[in-house]
């Protein structure tokens, strides 16, 4: 006799024990993956502060319009926790372009022909080859839904972002302390997250790592102003960088090969209200460059020291944007010209 034939048929009570237990092991695997989320970082996986650039849609000229919402090829990313893509731009604007004629302000981040002044910070010694990173632009790390270390981060319209810069620098502080945690202090997810609730940043030391973005050079050249509104923050340098729909879409340009613009005026030391810009812009929000920091140091200080960690393969810290965009000529017919720009260890030459 077969094996087939030996076999027992099942009966009705049988099938019935079968359904209830796939139920309760589709309930359990529910569960589990509901309890997984993490509670700081939508996406704090080991590599989440690598996520790769969406592909360039085809190159068009600087007078194309711009529309809302997500379009053709434009910066998108599918999120690791969602199974979906989200599009990350901001509000919709009416077209415009970039005046064509203006000349561009060129980066030097080596000190360039403005070699007098503050370049970059080198991290890696002279007479040594950098074995940094050097992602193209289609590796260029990129987030829309949470400002991790070492991304950059398109400020998205309404929810946590309508909060202000405190707030994104608050997310910013759970995420670097909760990947220190885990990466350095060789926590589970849930004692990382435990020991990031803990060391978070009180209403004081949270300021100091909303001036850490401030800092950045790029950010700065690309959105700050000395006019600031009465809810936004001035960093060291007196300059803050408004929340307003009123930028250039700088991350579909840097996608599509074109030179990143700055379309807001400088305005004089300590005016209040919101800076006016040159009407250039395609009313978007800013897309921020969040410095990786040296996990190490932020774990071995409880938290407390905020230091960029790691170079770039051409030496150049992590504070900096990768060196294909630093390499960068910035449109700027505002003509704001002050030469270095950022403040500390993130400040450059852009001039």
């Excluded at 305005?267 to 410095?291: I, K």
């Amino acid at each position: 006799m077969t094996a087939a034939a030996k076999k027992t048929p099942e009966t009705a009570e049988d099938r019935k024990r079968k359904r209830r237990r796939n139920v309760a092991i589709g309930t359990g695997i529910g569960m589990a993956v509901l309890s997984g989320v993490l509670l700081f970082a939508r996406n704090a996986s080991a590599d989440s502060k690598r996520l790769k650039a969406p592909p360039k849609k085809p190159r068009g000229g600087d007078g194309d319009a711009s529309s809302g919402g997500s379009s053709g090829g434009g910066s998108r990313r599918t999120s690791p926790d969602s199974g979906g893509d989200r599009g990350s731009r901001g509000p919709g604007g009416g077209g415009s372009t970039d005046g064509g004629g203006d000349p561009p302000t060129r980066t030097t981040p080596d000190g360039g022909s403005g070699g007098a002044r503050t370049p970059p910070r080198r991290t890696t010694p002279e007479g040594t080859t950098p074995t940094g990173p050097d992602p193209t632009i289609d590796e260029l790390p990129y987030n829309s839904e949470n400002p991790d270390p070492g991304t950059f981060y398109q400020v998205t319209a309404g929810g946590e972002d309508a909060k202000g810069l405190l707030n994104i620098a608050r997310r910013y502080a759970l995420t670097s302390l909760f990947l220190a945690a885990r990466n350095v202090g060789e926590l589970d997810d849930d004692g990382a997250r435990n020991w990031a609730s803990e060391k978070a940043p009180d209403a004081e030391k949270l300021r100091e790592w909303a001036d850490y973005i401030l800092c950045v050079a790029w950010n700065d050249v690309l959105y700050g102003s000395f006019r600031v509104s009465a809810n936004n923050r001035r960093g060291p340098h007196g300059r803050g960088i408004p929340l307003s729909p009123m930028h250039a879409d700088n991350w579909q340009r840097l996608l599509e090969g074109r030179n990143p613009l700055r379309n807001v005026r400088l305005h004089s030391a300590g005016e209040v209200g919101t800076p006016s810009n040159v009407g250039r812009g395609d009313q978007r929000l800013p897309l921020l460059w969040m410095p990786q920091l040296d996990e190490q140091v932020l774990w071995d200080s409880r938290g407390a020291t905020l230091r960029a960690g790691g170079t770039w393969a051409n030496g150049f810290s992590f504070y900096f944007p990768p060196p294909i965009v630093m390499a960068r000529s910035i449109n700027d017919p505002t003509d704001a010209s002050l030469g270095a720009w950022g403040c500390g260890e993130g400040r450059a030459t852009y001039g």
